[in-house]
């Protein structure tokens, strides 16, 4: 017997650790690598495509703030996504978010490995030294950026929060004195000269300006990462917000000014930023500030770009690991990610894998252009998504009083979801091999969740869809149950056990009572029907008002109440039928209810219970199961429904023949765990024995538990029916059973 019980990170980010960590990935890498390309696209004008781009970033920030509050949760646009999309498109929004960050972090790695032997070939030469050779080469810059790569991985192993807070402010600082020291030497500048240099502003026109916005938008992205490690942040619904306008403000306080100084004084009277771009866009950044520094600035930019390339790969990594985390939760990703390093308390799988996933991507991308390309449109495409979702939840009521608001609601998150689609589309059609990538990789994200992830992330999401009704009303849906009831003996527990597995405030319960024709009344039976009826009706509006949900009522008139269940079922569309049965006859499973089961297209529930039971006297639940996963998503559901209100004990058994090998056993009690973990949440039992007696065993057990929940078996294609085990258990226990059909 193992016992299963799951644990999550702990908050202790704050404030100022959770604005280090969007300054660190926003702040210096994006506009040092990016500078050049702006300025030789838009010369000048390069000032007003970042105040455009953090505009854009601004609106954003306020979609991804009010997420990040009303979800206070790790996975960033994933775990958004998973609250009010569909497991499916929730899985493609992490998959392409997590790719955003892997790529991001290879472009800063390799921007860090450039600058670094950059350097140090410098230093060698001014030394009187020749550089080596791997200074210049691909294979030594791929070693430098996959050595910066395994030694942040490295911290964020030993620590949650990865360190790194030392090259944040040491690049702050660097920028500072960069613009005071630009500020300064323009005091002396005459205004002419200044506007000389400035002089075109915009020499590519129109569509310059957009280039130059579409490539430097990566250069602004930093502060959606706070929201990926949401759940590692003290207080999240008023730090979250805080830290990501201070770390945006404090990127756009850098940027323009920084921007300005390098069009003005970092080039000669005369010449023109513009043209400096054109010829070296890589260096540009650097000749600009040794022109009003000297060396000592031409330095300043090398320790800066080494800085904030080493502070933004850090916060790129934390972040992919952290959505791989909260996607391996979920079973969208292989559970082991989502395991936690016992003495440490991090997800030291999900940093292996994403820092594996980085250097793979090092080795293939060809260079930092490309890098860069694919991470700024993939980025774009997941901020059009959340400002998306953001509006979705607020139309369907998500988010707390406590939760931060967008002002002007959906004014905002619509230009800003527009604005960042544009800029995805310009990118694409700008760099060809950038949406090409993207499109190969949520292919192979396609491929690989249909084949291997949907069954048990599916599993997972309805469990969670169960234990929090609220994900059903975030995702649009208004699940109906029908509840046919004959008698009104039956009905307390029928009503309960309905109330139970219907989403309060979204979902409906309708409540069938079937009254036979006039031709088939015997003396005394119409009267005798009518008050039963009345009777039901008393009964479950009174059951049902108690627990907060008002049920609908229905009554029809048929000779076969079995086909006219099926035909009622039908009519309404309803997601899932609860029947109550007090005694289960082989001839009754084998004709009715097997015939029942396959005319509905629902969802079925199979209540067999003594008189008196109800769901809530039910505090261990018993689930044998075999080796098949047929029934795992209406189960996982039903479970947690059951568990909404109070936690119960729940144990999963399993009974193999008494010949089966300790490999076998072994093996099917791997699966029964991974069963049980997927299906429940919280601490569950899993139980494997031998016997050449499996319905003994199940009865014995059964006699031990306050209900039994049974899935039924798929012995045909499109058709369920009863296999004799099911069969005997079904008639030969007495205590409270639940079978189930998925559809």
Not at 154 to 165: P, S
Request: glycine share 10%; net charge positive; hydrophobic share 50%.
């Amino acid at each position: 017997m193992t016992a299963i019980q799951e644990d999550g990170l702990g908050r202790s980010v704050g404030l100022w650790g959770a604005t280090g960590i969007g300054v660190g990935a926003i702040v210096g890498g994006g506009i040092l690598a990016l500078a050049g390309v702006a300025f030789a696209a838009s010369g000048p004008g390069a000032i007003v495509a970042f105040a455009l781009n953090g505009v854009i970033a601004a609106l954003t920030a306020l979609s991804f703030a009010e997420l990040a509050s009303a979800f206070p949760e790790s996975g960033g646009s994933y775990t958004y996504a998973k609250k009010t999309l569909s497991g499916e498109a929730a899985f493609m929004v992490g998959w392409v978010v997590w790719l955003a960050s892997i790529v991001a972090a290879v472009l800063y790695a390799l921007g860090f490995a450039a600058y670094a032997s950059f350097a140090i070939a410098h230093l060698l030469r001014a030394a009187g030294s020749s550089a080596p050779v791997w200074t210049e080469s691909r294979g030594g810059l791929l070693a430098l950026a996959i050595l910066a790569t395994g030694a942040y991985a490295l911290l964020l192993y030993r620590r949650a929060a990865g360190g790194g807070m030392w090259a944040i402010v040491g690049k702050v600082i660097v920028f500072i004195v960069l613009i005071a020291a630009g500020l300064w030497a323009l005091v002396d500048e005459p205004r002419s000269s200044i506007a000389s240099r400035l002089t075109p502003f915009f020499p590519g026109g129109s569509i310059g300006l957009f280039q130059a916005m579409g490539y430097t938008f990566i250069a602004l992205q930093g502060f959606d990462l706070i929201a990926a490690v949401g759940g590692e942040v003290r207080d999240p619904r008023r730090t979250i917000p805080r830290a990501m306008f201070l770390s945006l403000g404090a990127a756009l306080a850098i940027y323009l000014p920084f921007l300005f100084v390098l069009a003005t004084v970092g080039v000669d009277p005369g010449d023109s930023i513009t043209a400096r771009a054109l010829e070296d866009p890589a260096t540009v950044v650097a000749s600009a500030a040794r022109n009003y520094m000297g060396p000592f600035g031409f330095w300043l930019v090398i320790v800066a770009a080494i800085l904030s390339m080493l502070s933004a790969l850090h916060a790129n990594l934390l972040a992919a690991s952290r959505v791989a985390l909260a996607m391996a939760r979920d079973r969208s990703l292989p559970h082991a990610l989502g395991d936690l390093h016992r003495a440490r308390g991090t997800p030291a799988i999900a940093i292996l894998v994403t820092s594996l996933m980085v250097v793979s991507v090092l080795v293939l991308v060809p260079n930092v252009a490309v890098a860069g390309a694919v991470s700024s449109l993939i980025f774009l495409v997941s901020f059009a998504l959340a400002h998306g979702i953001n509006i979705l939840m607020r139309q369907r009521g998500g988010g707390s009083g406590e939760a931060f608001r967008v002002p002007g609601l959906p004014v905002i998150p619509i230009v800003g979801g527009l604005a960042c689609l544009a800029l995805a589309l310009y990118q694409g059609w700008v760099v060809p091999s950038a949406g090409l990538i993207a499109v190969l990789w949520l292919g192979i994200g396609f491929g690989l969740y249909f084949f291997f992830f949907a069954r048990r992330a599916g599993v997972v999401d309805a469990s969670a869809e169960g234990l929090d009704p609220d994900l059903v009303r975030l995702r649009g849906r208004a699940p109906l149950v029908l509840v046919p009831i004959a008698k009104p003996a039956s009905t307390p527990a029928m009503v309960e056990l309905a109330n139970a597995i219907t989403p309060p405030r979204v979902g409906r319960v309708l409540l069938h009572s079937v009254v036979q024709p006039p031709g088939m009344w015997e003396r005394g039976d119409l009267a005798k029907q009518l008050v039963d009826v009345e009777s039901i009706q008393d009964q479950s509006h009174f059951l049902s008002h108690t627990s907060g949900s008002t049920p609908e009522w229905l009554t029809t008139v048929a000779s076969d109440p079995w086909t006219e269940i099926a035909r009622v079922a039908g009519v309404h569309r309803c997601e899932s039928l609860l029947v109550g049965l007090g005694r289960l006859s082989r001839e009754t499973m084998s004709t009715r209810v097997e015939g029942l089961i396959n005319a509905v297209q629902s969802d079925v529930v199979i209540l067999r219970a003594p008189a008196g039971w109800t769901p809530s006297s039910a505090h261990s639940v018993l689930v044998p199961v075999g080796g098949r996963r047929d029934q795992s998503i209406l189960r996982a559901r039903l479970l947690a429904s059951l568990s909404r209100k109070r936690p119960r004990q729940v144990t999963y058994l399993r009974v193999l023949p008494k010949s089966a090998s300790e490999r076998d056993c072994r093996e099917a009690e791997r699966g029964l765990s991974r069963l049980a973990r997927d299906e429940s949440s919280g601490e569950v039992e899993v139980l494997l024995t031998r016997s050449s007696d499996a319905l003994g065993e199940l009865v014995r057990a059964s006699k031990k538990a306050d209900l039994v929940v049974l899935g039924l078996q798929r012995l045909a294609r499109h058709r369920r029916t009863f296999g004799e085990l099911t069969l005997r258990l079904a008639t030969e226990t007495a205590g409270p059973l639940i079978l189930i059909s998925q559809k």
